[in-house]
């Protein structure tokens, strides 16, 4: 059985016992290389659930608004550790949840697709093995999965969930995590980092994409919308969209599991997750800290060690 | 002093230690520098990053945000959890480009107005050496500025 | 008139000296439309821009006036931005989007002054979709490949030259300004752009029939519908942001320093998706959840608007079909809409 | 042509602490440029809004009748963690203040003309109503209009607006007016009816055949004093109500006031009942 037929089983199954009063899972979307959210209420809807290398979202994002109800969801690796998140902070209550975990190899970057493909409107992609066959007008482009999958998912090292109540499926092998990712740009002079992220900056539309995408950002209002005080203009520009993304960076700083949902989200392509992995490095470095493996675990920044480091430091 | 405009600091400081020792500083004669602009916190564990952020964003050069030694906490642990805090701060201001030097934190008890009169001259000094903020926190608005 | 594609950066560069010239430029898979610099060449082969060219007549954020309190009175600097400007290769759907705003900007009791000065100082130059993308249902609402409602000249890509339309006498007057780079279009000139007007228009997508939606709206405000077909909407602003007929706004001031002496009051993007867009003062907010907000917005476009314009505020761009995070799919809305108004009507 | 968004600048001339709370302040405001003075020609149940210069701006009915002539008066309730508000509140006299209007439609007084008309207050929405009671009693006007009922209730006798005014009017011939709250103490003195403004209305049971009924007050006290009307006699096309929605340009373009197709700022604030009920109930 594959690991769709099973969740549509599993999930046929919770629903028909009344077990959960809906699933959060994955179903067919209207676009090649997507699939979209979808809300499963009875087991015929149980059977338009789909698990496919397009399931790029992250589904507990939507669980703090379902607090009232018996919710079974869909959670690959990175989506558990969100899940664990979202349980240390109180945002859920595990007892109303039936975890799905569903191993993940990783998902589909659309956007590298579609610019390796030329740029031309792709009609048509399908996954056989290891490779991805897109299509449009005029063309046909075989591309290695391992290139187009996303840059989280390429050096992701959770992808088995690290909770779930079923895990569907056989485990994918655990991948290497480095940090390969921020060479570059730490070895850059820091004027020449400051440029990129400005001109990263400069492309921010502020649509608040990857807020609303982002499991952790639950907060009921968020700095950026207050008025007393106004931390942030409303003014559109390098200056207040590089203050906007270093908050919400720093408000994420032992919370961010790297899922990767806010730079998939942006529709401007800002490079949104260079903040955010700088801090899961540094995280690591300084308090051996990741996020979104222990329930029961103190966040980063709630707690302390005497003996923390201090590299910060200034003795003048 | 040398020419070239005078650098804006604003220092965060602890009220129950960094913020006595500016006083102390001032009853001992202790020159410290006047470009220093001083906003007192109950504790180094308020200070938000969005502050700093702000400080710079509105016109700073340089920010500093000085607390009571570890240990030493008037609310016990304030300035222990703030200490991860400004861990990452620090890191992630400088991997986003602010040169070392504009973001400072320090830990200076009420008895230490030597050190502080030290530690503010030496960032004094090192925000004049890098000149004026303008970074990518301080580009464009809807303000007209007025430099 | 006929130019060939080899004068077109001679023409674009003629126009650099009274005009600031926009031009459509892909960047590393990011889209919309720049200022040319001298000199500058670009290419372009996409369908739509990921940002629409809105932005040049109603800019995201905009200076609308400063202000400084003095002792008894106050001095108020009005911003207008007169530019000359000339906005090159419009799509058919974006161009229609701009007789959309010009209704609510231009065509209300109280015209709105920054807008029509940037309206009244841009030529808008088409270029007619040969290939549409499958996102694309301009057809749906009134438009077309090659439609020219909105433009003031109309470029068709004939392989080695253009067939342009004049629509405007603002539009041929900017041909005048270099004649020597047109000739008159030939009849098989002619009936090769008829030829490809037939070849996009056969390329188009199976058109939603969208005439049941507006009758089915009207008594659908209450439907159950609603609680569902939002279900997965984040909240964010991709789809209006990115929607070329979305027009709304906030107002807000940026005192300097934050004085209250000198300062500026600015005019910002704002978005019906966001809860702080009808907030009460007091709390209380006509709009609380993201039922109420997505049901706003497809109630402005297909019936609100219609209502008080006559037509639908979509131009079928496809826009937020291709961005949304979520692919919430506007046409998979409306055509449930026409779902029910086929079936059972509305069931309240 | 004009720019719509630019304010007009006014000096606040007078400041009055309306309520014993003292979140309710009335500012007279006098316009700086003689040309504004002139161009502000408003009727009753317009809007403006009003800002300081920094905080930004807020939409307020008027509160003051056009025949009061050179001012114009707004009452800001003010609201915790509301900038403007706040701002206003902190004002003073000799302050200057940014004014856009007149906005909005008004009551429709030359459809009233002939009529009696019942005016149904509530808290601190009384301020569009005190322009047009006072608009009425104008000796202008008076003759135009049949009888005045006016009732006009707050939670107690502190938070009543316009106290001065109040009691002169209760001294004339020409206007019935009923005030009540909802509670009182001893101390108040108060000598007014005790009890919500539905039941008052229904107690007095004005006479619906020639009257147009114009509401405005909390949704709470709206939603109770409808029935009230429709048990009366009044139709829907005769009961008129203000309505409040968030705004920011007031001219119908920045798109978030709307009811259904309507905008509140330019199609309203004021609209009959038969209007409404063909409107979504989305406010």
Redesign the interface.
């Known amino acids: 059985m594959s690991k769709q037929e099973e969740l549509r089983a599993t999930a046929r199954r919770l629903l028909a016992e009344n077990r959960v009063d809906l699933i959060l899972g994955y179903t067919a979307g209207t676009l090649p290389l997507r699939t979209t959210p979808f809300f499963a209420r009875t087991p015929a809807e149980a059977d338009l659930l789909v698990w496919n290398a397009f399931c790029e979202y992250n589904l507990t994002n939507y669980l703090p608004r379902y607090t009232g109800n018996r919710v079974g969801i869909v959670v690959k690796g990175c989506d558990a550790r969100s899940l664990v998140g979202l349980l240390q902070q109180n945002q859920v209550q595990r007892e109303r949840l039936y975890v799905i975990g569903i191993p993940c190899a990783g998902v589909v970057d659309r956007r590298r697709v579609a610019l390796l493909a030329g740029g031309a409107e792709i009609t048509a992609a399908d996954i056989t093995g290891g490779e991805i066959v897109v299509r449009g007008r005029g063309f046909e482009k075989v591309l290695p999965m391992e290139e187009v999958l996303f840059p989280s998912c390429r050096r992701c090292r959770y992808g088995n969930p690290v909770l779930a109540d079923v895990v569907l499926g056989e485990k994918v092998p655990e991948r290497k995590e480095t940090y390969e990712d921020l060479a570059a740009l730490e070895n850059m002079p820091a004027v020449e980092r400051e440029a990129y992220f400005a001109r990263e900056m400069a492309k921010c539309i502020r649509c608040y994409a990857c807020r609303e995408v982002c499991p952790m950002c639950f907060c009921k209002q968020c700095f950026v919308d207050g008025t007393a005080p106004q931390w942030l203009s409303r003014w559109v520009g390098t200056a207040d969209n590089l203050f906007f993304h270093l908050g919400r960076t720093m408000h994420l700083v032992g919370r961010c599991v790297d899922c990767g949902a806010c730079a998939r989200a942006c529709p401007v392509g800002v490079d949104l997750m260079a903040f955010n992995r700088k801090m899961i490095k540094d995280a690591e470095a300084l308090f051996g800290y990741r996020a979104g493996l222990d329930p029961e675990a103190h966040l980063l920044l709630g707690t302390f060690d005497p003996n923390d480091p201090e590299p910060f430091l200034f003795r003048g | 002093m040398d020419a070239g405009p005078e650098p804006k600091i604003v220092g965060f400081l602890c009220n129950w230690c960094s913020y006595a020792a500016a006083d102390l500083a001032g009853i001992n004669r202790l020159q410290y520098p006047a470009s220093v602009r001083i906003i007192r916190v109950p504790c180094s564990g308020r200070v938000s990053p969005l502050f700093l952020l702000t400080a710079l964003r509105r016109g700073a050069d340089a920010v500093l945000v000085s607390g009571c030694h570890p240990g030493d906490c008037h609310y016990t642990s304030g300035n222990l959890v703030a200490r991860r805090r400004f861990a990452m701060l620090k890191s992630l201001l400088e991997f986003a480009g602010l040169d070392e030097g504009r973001v400072n934190f320090t830990w200076i008890s009420a008895s230490e107005a030597a050190d502080f009169a030290r530690v503010t001259t030496r960032i004094y000094q090192r925000a004049k050496d890098l000149g004026p903020y303008r970074g990518a926190l301080r580009k464009e608005s809807g303000v007209p500025r007025r430099e | 008139m006929i130019i060939a594609k080899d004068d077109l950066p001679t023409f674009l560069d003629g126009l650099l000296g009274t005009y600031q010239v926009f031009v459509p430029l892909a960047d590393g898979g990011e889209s919309r439309y720049v200022p040319l610099a001298p000199g500058g060449t670009f290419t372009w082969q996409g369908v739509n821009t990921r940002k629409p060219p809105k932005e040049i007549l109603f800019p995201q954020s905009e200076v609308l006036y400063s202000y400084e309190v003095g002792g008894d009175r106050v001095e108020l600097r009005e911003h207008f931005d007169k530019t000359k400007r000339v906005v090159f290769g419009i799509r058919p759907c974006d161009a229609r989007s701009f007789l959309h705003l010009d209704r609510v900007f231009l065509e209300q009791e109280h015209q709105d002054p920054y807008y029509r000065e940037r309206r009244e100082n841009a030529v808008m130059v088409g270029m007619a979709c040969l290939e549409p993308a499958s996102t694309c249902f301009c057809t749906s609402l009134g438009g077309g490949p090659f439609a020219a409602d909105g433009l003031d000249l109309l470029f068709i890509d004939l392989g080695d030259r253009y067939l342009v339309r004049r629509v405007t006498p603002r539009g041929e007057a900017l041909l005048r300004e270099q004649p020597a780079l047109f000739r008159p279009a030939g009849e098989a000139d002619r009936l090769a752009a008829r030829e490809a007007e037939e070849k996009a228009k056969s390329l188009m997508s199976p058109i939603p029939d969208l005439s049941g939606v507006k009758p089915w709206l009207d008594a659908g405000f209450g439907d159950p519908l609603w609680d569902r077909v939002y279900e997965k909407c984040i909240g964010c602003a991709v789809c209006t942001y990115l929607c070329p007929t979305c027009h709304c706004f906030d107002l807000t001031d940026e005192a300097e320093e934050n004085q209250c002496v000198s300062g500026v009051r600015i005019r910002t993007w704002d978005t019906c998706a966001f809860p702080l867009f009808t907030l009460h003062a007091s709390g209380h907010n006509p709009r609380p959840t993201g039922k109420e907000r997505f049901r706003q917005r497809v109630m402005h476009k297909f019936r609100y608007f219609v209502e008080n314009w006559g037509e639908a505020a979509c131009v079928g761009c496809g826009r937020c079909i291709i961005n949304c995070p979520v692919n919430l799919d506007i046409r998979e809305v409306l055509r449930e809409i026409m779902a029910r108004a086929a079936g059972a009507g509305v069931s309240a | 042509?004009k720019?719509?968004?630019?304010?007009m600048?006014a000096?606040i001339e007078q400041l009055v602490v309306e309520t014993t709370d003292g979140n309710l302040k009335t500012f007279v405001l006098r316009f700086?440029r003689d040309e504004d003075r002139r161009v502000f020609d408003f009727v009753p149940g317009q809007f403006a809004e009003v800002?300081?210069?920094?905080?930004?701006?807020?939409a307020f009915g008027i509160a003051s009748s056009p025949l009061e002539t050179g001012r114009v008066a707004f009452t800001v309730n003010r609201?915790p963690?509301?900038?403007v508000?706040n701002a206003l509140h902190n004002a003073r006299v000799g302050d200057?203040v940014?004014v856009r209007g007149p906005l909005g439609n008004g009551f429709p007084l030359k459809a009233m003309e002939g009529h009696d008309i019942v005016v149904i207050g509530g808290g601190f929405a009384f301020t569009t109503l005190r322009s047009l009671v006072a608009y009425v009693l104008h000796p202008q006007n008076r003759g135009r209009f049949g009888r005045l009922q006016v009732v006009y209730g707050a939670r107690e006798p502190g938070l009543l607006l316009y106290k001065e005014e109040l009691e002169a009017w209760q001294k004339r011939e020409d206007i019935e007016l009923t005030l009540t709250v909802d509670r009182c103490s001893i101390a108040d003195r108060w000598t007014g009816c005790v009890g919500v403004v539905p039941k008052i209305v229904e107690e007095i049971g004005p006479d619906a055949a020639h009257a147009y009924a114009v509401v405005c007050g909390p949704?709470v006290m709206i939603r109770f004093t409808l029935p009230v009307l429709d048990r009366l006699g009044f139709p829907p096309e005769r009961v008129l109500l203000s309505l409040?929605?968030?705004m920011?340009?007031g001219?119908?373009?920045?798109?978030?006031?709307?009811?259904?197709?309507k905008y509140v700022c330019?199609d309203g604030p004021v609209f009959t009942l038969s209007d409404l009920n063909k409107l979504?109930a989305?406010?």
């Not at chain 4, 720019?3 to 304010?7: K, Q």
């Not at chain 4, 001219?251 to 197709?261: A, E, L, M, V, Y």
């Open positions: 042509m720019n719509p968004y630019l304010p600048p000096r700086l800002g300081i210069f920094g905080k930004g701006e807020a609201v963690g509301g900038v508000t200057i940014g949704p409040e929605m968030r920011k340009c001219i119908g373009t920045c798109g978030r006031c709307n009811i259904g197709h330019k979504p989305e406010y």
